[in-house]
């Protein structure tokens, strides 16, 4: 075989790279420079810097950077929406970064911890708020629905749940889920054996002022009128039962709110009744027992309708205790109304006033026609209606749920109504509604906190989104940014696995299953899960929410933004 000749031309080698001396630009220079330099990086970059090297790390994680980093993106713009932060005398550069507490309108807690604040974690749990990005679990809390329904409350990041069946349970959502003390409904021994419907709870309640030392007051209605008082000691993990009260021929207790010393409770003969422990035993004889409450006012009303809000919020100056409630309107359809009770500290009766937000001309069912509209009365009946214009449903609303000055009413017609309450010595105002659009389906429950941050949830758990509410309404901007739904984030559980599934082995057949959720994706199966009772609840950290499975088992679901 003849072999092929060579080529005349050869292929030239191409020369080898020329190595370049990688200069470190970066070690030389002082902390003190490169902590300068990283203050006006975005906060990505932070996050890249400290995977590059140990220097690098621990420098690209001073809590200084990450306060100024939470203070620009999330105080800041929230400054802008709030009524001081947009008077007209603070200029734009008295809302640059400062450690000042007096600029961190309401987050001034995460200054005074000082050290203790981790200001990286801070700035990723509001991160992933803004998101949606959570992890969720699921805690089954019963076998069969229970009548009346389960009832959940949430403070501290402690779950307290009361029904007929297991009776009153809390349950721990700090790091690994656990179910704290449980206690089956009984009256105590000195009490009167003869009381029924103990273990028939209708109304639930924390005192969220009071709770100290690892102590949380807790605050349960009967169907027969009575109402009990538990105090949840946590370390030892039991309920200490404190007081019972003896049951009423008023009805059924059918809301309950409890701020020690006073506590206000609504039965469904429509009677609202305050009461103040004038003397509370010593904490740490659990045994003693209470004196019977005084019964400060009781106020009979026949235009109240549920849903209900009570509330009782304390200042140096008084104490507010509060009804929030439907209002069935001629005419316009559904609106709302507050009843407010003012006392002094010592618990003397200041006024009883009422506002509701039906427009002028209109007044409600059952309301006496000789009664001229006002937007305010000092009367122990809420009948008037206010002179500010209403936005009212046409269908009665599923939920309500007040934090003063913020009023969210949730509505089946896939919408919620924000309104602003102006509470002040002397004035009592129910600001005109704005509709709240992003649900594809009826919204079943609702919660606002007082810093207008609210979540709500559809009637078939579907659909969970966060709101950024506040300074909502100020503005006609604000007013179309709620309307087009962007005040909101969408968390929509699809698809997933179950990623842990344990039995708890405290005799309710309780167990936790875990699963992950990006942005608007959920990593866990729940398209088995139906809401009940429109029952939500969120805290800083965690959304939870009540839902019920087909074969009618109850679990609490709870998204952790952490």
């Known amino acids: 075989m003849v072999k092929r000749p060579l080529d005349d031309h050869r292929v030239e080698r191409s020369a080898k790279r020329t190595r370049f001396e990688v200069v470190d630009q970066l070690s030389p220079l002082s902390d003190e420079l490169l902590l300068k330099i990283l203050s006006s990086v975005p906060v990505s970059t932070l996050a890249v810097c400290q995977r590059v090297s140990r220097r690098l790390e621990a420098l690209a994680g001073d809590p200084q950077l990450w306060k100024s980093a939470y203070y620009?993106?999330?105080?800041?713009?929230?400054?802008?929406?709030?009524?001081?932060?947009?008077?007209?005398?603070?200029?734009?550069?008295?809302?640059?970064?400062?450690?000042?507490?007096?600029?961190?309108f309401g987050e001034d807690h995460l200054v005074q911890q000082g050290k203790g604040t981790n200001w990286k974690r801070q700035y990723k749990l509001r991160h992933n708020w803004s998101r949606g990005s959570c992890d969720v679990s699921e805690i089954q809390v019963a076998e069969r629905e229970s009548v009346p329904p389960l009832l959940v409350q949430l403070h501290e990041r402690i779950v307290v749940t009361v029904d007929s069946t297991a009776g009153l349970r809390a349950w721990s959502m700090k790091g690994e889920q656990r179910l704290l003390a449980s206690l089956a409904l009984r009256p105590r021994k000195d009490d009167d054996k003869s009381f029924s419907g103990f273990d028939t709870p209708t109304s639930l309640s924390i005192d969220t002022q009071g709770s100290v030392d690892q102590r949380l007051k807790i605050a349960v209605g009967f169907v027969n009128g009575g109402f009990s008082i538990y105090q949840l000691q946590t370390e030892a993990g039991l309920f200490v039962p404190e007081y019972t009260h003896t049951p009423s021929s008023n009805g059924t207790i059918s809301a309950i709110a409890y701020a020690s010393p006073y506590l206000i409770t609504m039965t469904d003969a429509q009677l609202l009744s305050l009461y103040c422990f004038t003397a509370e035993p010593d904490q740490q004889s659990p045994d003693?027992?209470?004196?019977?409450?005084?019964?400060?006012?009781?106020?009979?009303?026949?235009?109240?309708w549920p849903p209900l809000s009570l509330s009782i919020r304390a200042s140096p100056k008084n104490i507010t205790a509060s009804i929030a409630y439907a209002l069935p309107t001629y005419l316009s359809g559904w609106s709302v109304g507050l009843q407010e009770l003012r006392l002094t500290p010592e618990g003397n009766i200041l006024e009883s006033r009422l506002a509701s937000a039906v427009s002028q001309g209109f007044t409600p069912l059952w309301s006496s026609p000789s009664q001229?509209?006002?937007?305010?009365?000092?009367?122990?009946?809420?009948?008037?209606?206010?002179?500010?214009?209403?936005?009212?449903?046409?269908?009665?609303?599923?939920?309500?749920?007040?934090?003063?000055?913020?009023?969210?009413?949730?509505?089946?017609?896939?919408?919620?109504?924000l309104y602003l309450v102006t509470s002040t010595a002397s004035n009592l105002s129910i600001g005109s509604g704005s509709r709240l659009w992003g649900?594809?389906?009826?919204?079943?429950?609702?919660?606002?906190?007082?810093?207008?941050?609210?979540?709500?949830?559809?009637?078939?758990?579907?659909?969970?989104?966060?709101?950024?509410?506040?300074?909502?309404?100020?503005?006609?901007?604000?007013?179309?940014?709620?309307?087009?739904?962007?005040?909101?984030?969408?968390?929509?559980?699809?698809?997933?696995?179950?990623?842990?599934?344990?039995?708890?082995?405290?005799?309710?057949e309780s167990s936790f299953q875990r699963g992950t959720c990006h942005g608007i994706e959920l990593g866990h199966s729940m398209c088995d899960l139906t809401m009940t009772m429109g029952w939500v609840g969120f805290d800083d950290e965690k959304v939870i929410v009540l839902r019920e499975k087909g074969e009618r088992t109850q679990a609490l679901v709870i998204y952790d933004f952490t």
């Open 72 to 104: 620009n993106r999330f105080v800041r713009p929230r400054a802008s929406r709030v009524p001081s932060g947009k008077d007209a005398a603070v200029s734009a550069n008295n809302l640059l970064y400062s450690s000042r507490i007096a600029k961190w």
């Open 288 to 304: 003693a027992i209470w004196d019977p409450p005084r019964l400060l006012s009781s106020l009979k009303s026949h235009t109240v």
């Open 372 to 417: 001229p509209s006002s937007n305010q009365s000092k009367s122990s009946s809420p009948v008037r209606a206010t002179n500010i214009g209403s936005m009212a449903s046409s269908t009665k609303p599923t939920s309500l749920s007040y934090s003063h000055p913020y009023l969210l009413a949730s509505h089946p017609d896939n919408t919620l109504t």
């Open 439 to 508: 649900h594809t389906s009826s919204v079943s429950g609702a919660h606002v906190g007082d810093r207008g941050k609210a979540v709500s949830v559809s009637s078939h758990g579907e659909e969970l989104r966060v709101w950024e509410l506040e300074g909502g309404v100020s503005s006609p901007t604000s007013r179309r940014r709620l309307a087009g739904g962007e005040a909101s984030v969408q968390v929509k559980p699809e698809g997933g696995k179950h990623l842990r599934h344990e039995n708890q082995g405290n005799g309710s």
